[in-house]
């Protein structure tokens, strides 16, 4: 395989379980926003390979970051990310953290801890959100709202997946201390329904996961750009929302997605609390006379 590009998978923004620079976002951000995505993606993919050995995953990511930094012009996507950057003065450290991610995927196959999950999300997901922030001229100070929702839609993932992830890959997000707690071996990620004990385990990452949304609560309103604060606010609410599934339903056996359906809704849902917020008028207050 000469690129990485050649070990796509053809999944796209479409395909991803939160929006990916939807008609939310302004037009004139949505090009450096989607270059971003398409160079991730074609990272993830090579991680994710079933049947590339490892050396070569590591290889491919090794070339898609010689793209990004000019010293390698074979992968189109890291071509167009370079672009992108250097045309809007940005730094490429935010790519260079999610291929670190990326090659972690390559050899680590499980995680010990929360604190250890936290870490892998400081390189798998909160960059992209700062990526996004700084391509709309955001303030680094809210970087930690920021990486509370990114890690929280990382974690959403993991849980989604976690059947997938073992039985495909080999490979556990889940920690290794959570499923001791509840007394259920990491064997049972492969099963078709999940155990008893194995629910408790996912329902309470579920739960851990909400305390990370909840941090973020107030992310979407400190954001300037007001097209960019609703996107943000329906990808918030639709985390809500699937970790009140992901605390009910079990991932092995049962759908814990929201259709397009829903997320219509909760994208109607949004726009119209924004308006009510606009149209509600300024409360007087009366003095009577002394």
Request: proline share 4%.
């Given at each position: 395989?000469?690129t990485a590009?050649?070990?796509?998978?053809g999944?796209?923004?479409?395909?991803?379980?939160?929006p990916?620079?939807?008609?939310?976002?302004?037009?004139?951000?949505?090009?450096?926003i989607?270059?971003?995505?398409?160079?991730?993606r074609?990272?993830d993919?090579?991680?994710?390979h079933?049947t590339?050995a490892?050396a070569e995953?590591?290889?491919?990511l090794?070339?898609?970051?010689?793209?990004?930094?000019?010293h390698?012009?074979?992968?189109?996507?890291a071509?167009?990310l370079?672009?992108?950057?250097?045309?809007?003065?940005?730094a490429?450290?935010?790519?260079i953290?999610?291929?670190?991610?990326f090659?972690r995927?390559?050899h680590k196959l499980?995680?010990?801890?929360?604190?250890?999950?936290i870490?892998?999300?400081?390189?798998s997901?909160?960059p992209?959100?700062?990526?996004?922030?700084?391509?709309?001229g955001?303030s680094q100070a809210?970087w930690?709202?920021n990486?509370?929702?990114?890690a929280a839609?990382?974690?959403i993932?993991?849980?989604?997946?976690?059947?997938?992830d073992y039985r495909?890959?080999?490979?556990?997000?889940?920690?290794r201390?959570?499923?001791?707690?509840?007394?259920?071996?990491?064997?049972?990620?492969?099963?078709?329904?999940?155990?008893?004990?194995?629910?408790r385990?996912?329902s309470?990452?579920?739960?851990r996961?909400?305390?990370?949304l909840?941090?973020a609560?107030?992310f979407s309103?400190?954001?300037?750009?007001?097209r960019l604060s609703?996107?943000?606010?329906?990808?918030?609410r639709?985390a809500?929302?699937l970790v009140r599934?992901?605390e009910?339903?079990d991932p092995?056996?049962?759908?814990?997605?929201?259709?397009?359906a829903?997320?219509?809704?909760?994208?109607?849902?949004?726009?119209?609390?924004?308006?009510?917020r606009?149209?509600k008028?300024?409360t007087?207050?009366?003095?009577?006379?002394?």
């Open positions: 395989m000469d590009t050649s070990a796509r998978t999944k796209g923004a479409g395909d991803e379980n939160f990916v620079a939807s008609w939310l976002i302004a037009p004139r951000h949505r090009p450096a989607f270059a971003f995505y398409d160079f991730v074609t990272a993919d090579v991680a994710d079933a590339l490892p995953k590591l290889r491919l090794d070339q898609l970051e010689a793209g990004l930094t000019g390698d012009d074979r992968e189109a996507v071509v167009r370079r672009t992108v950057l250097s045309q809007r003065g940005l490429p450290q935010h790519a953290d999610l291929l670190d991610a090659r995927d390559v499980r995680y010990e801890s929360w604190d250890e999950l870490d892998y999300c400081s390189l997901a909160m992209v959100g700062r990526y996004v922030l700084d391509v709309h955001e809210l930690p709202a990486d509370a929702l990114c839609l990382q974690i993932n993991h849980l989604q997946d976690c059947g997938k495909a890959l080999d490979r556990v997000y889940v920690p201390e959570a499923m001791a707690e509840a007394g259920v071996d990491v064997g049972a990620l492969g099963a078709d329904r999940a155990s008893p004990a194995l629910r385990c996912l309470g990452l579920a739960r996961t909400g305390t990370l909840d941090e609560a107030a309103g400190a954001i300037r750009d007001r609703l996107e943000v606010a329906v990808i918030h639709l809500v929302r599934l992901l009910r339903r092995l056996s049962e759908k814990v997605h929201i259709g397009k829903g997320a219509l809704g909760v994208v109607l849902g949004v726009l119209a609390g924004r308006w009510r606009r149209r008028p300024e007087l207050e009366l003095r009577l006379p002394t």
